[in-house]
């Protein structure tokens, strides 16, 4: 039964471009473009559950990470002609690096300390975002990035043109890091992720490296959130210095902790939530935020865990 359900919800995500031609055809494009930023914000909300959620680090520099990413593929494909998946794994091996580079001193300080360092880490993108003009254009923004294609030069090449194809593009991102997400947390890495959370001097006196996997963790995320910026960037086709501030990381948290630390399945109805419930609730703009906020309110206070264990019990 459970099998089967999740078949057929795979089977409307996989075709959702044909059903909203059906069902909503005046509103096809802006549907669909509220799909497309679902997948990228699930994925990307994914990538940060890495750290706070299974390692039990509070890191605040995933916006520094995703502009890093969404920088490097702005400025490879625009200023150095790379192709699409070049520019995507530069981005994201850009962010990794930075994040490897940084990681070493930060997770060498205390766990509030460790907070604060990242949260100063993403304020200072920002202001070079903002500030490095001859690189990133600042306010001006880098502009006429061109769409993805997908191929290997020389060969055959597709063109990801149309909304239908973006959505697969980001669902097929999504899906990679779902797959990276449970093989990282399920299996013999995740025990150990888990133990160094759990209790950290248990796990070292188990042979454990607690600096080694808190490292790793934060490495592998950052680099997911290069990944998630460059697919942002090419298909926005622009990047601002405002797709990075801090409010983002209040994005990710929300969205971690609305559906429930730790859970995969958690962090995706809370990504879904986030992002689509504001735009069904821009009906009423007025009341938007506080009915929002009053939704948000009643999850965390009928279920601290998020609605992850909501779950858990409807399916007893």
């Not at 995500?13 to 699930?42: G, K």
């Not at 133990?195 to 600096?211: H, K, Q, S």
């Not at 609305?258 to 703009?285: H, I, K, N, Q």
């Amino acid at each position: 039964m459970r099998r089967a359900a999740i078949g057929a919800l795979a089977a409307v995500v996989v075709s959702a471009p044909w059903l909203v031609a059906a069902l909503v055809p005046r509103q096809q494009r802006y549907v669909l473009h509220v799909l497309i930023f679902t997948a990228l914000f699930a994925a990307l909300a994914l990538s940060y559950d890495l750290v706070v959620g299974h390692v039990g680090s509070l890191s605040l520099a995933h916006p520094a990470f995703f502009g890093v990413g969404a920088y490097t593929a702005a400025l490879l494909a625009t200023r150095a002609g790379w192709p699409f998946l070049g520019a995507l794994i530069g981005a994201a091996l850009a962010a990794g690096v930075v994040a490897a580079l940084v990681g070493v001193p930060l997770f060498r300080l205390t766990e509030h300390a460790f907070a604060v360092g990242t949260l100063g880490l993403a304020l200072v993108a920002s202001v070079v975002a903002n500030n490095w003009v001859e690189v990133t254009r600042g306010p001006l923004c880098i502009t006429e990035i061109p769409k993805p294609v997908l191929g290997v030069p020389g060969g055959p090449a597709l063109a990801i043109t149309t909304l239908p194809g973006h959505y697969w593009l980001a669902l097929g991102a999504l899906a990679a890091v779902v797959l990276l997400y449970r093989g990282l947390t399920t299996f013999r890495l995740g025990r150990a992720f888990h133990a160094v959370r759990d209790n950290e001097p248990l796990a070292g006196a188990a042979g454990i490296d607690p600096l080694k996997y808190r490292l790793l963790a934060f490495t592998i995320a950052a680099t997911v959130a290069g990944g998630v910026g460059a697919l942002y960037v090419h298909y926005l086709s622009v990047m601002c210095p405002e797709e990075m501030t801090v409010a983002l990381t209040v994005n990710l948290l929300v969205i971690v902790f609305l559906g429930g630390v730790g859970s995969l399945r958690g962090v995706l109805v809370g990504a879904v939530l986030f992002t689509a419930l504001p735009e069904v609730l821009r009906l009423a703009p007025t009341w938007r935020l506080v009915i929002y906020g009053t939704l948000l309110l009643l999850v965390v206070v009928r279920s601290p865990e998020g609605l992850e264990s909501l779950l858990r019990r409807a399916a007893r």
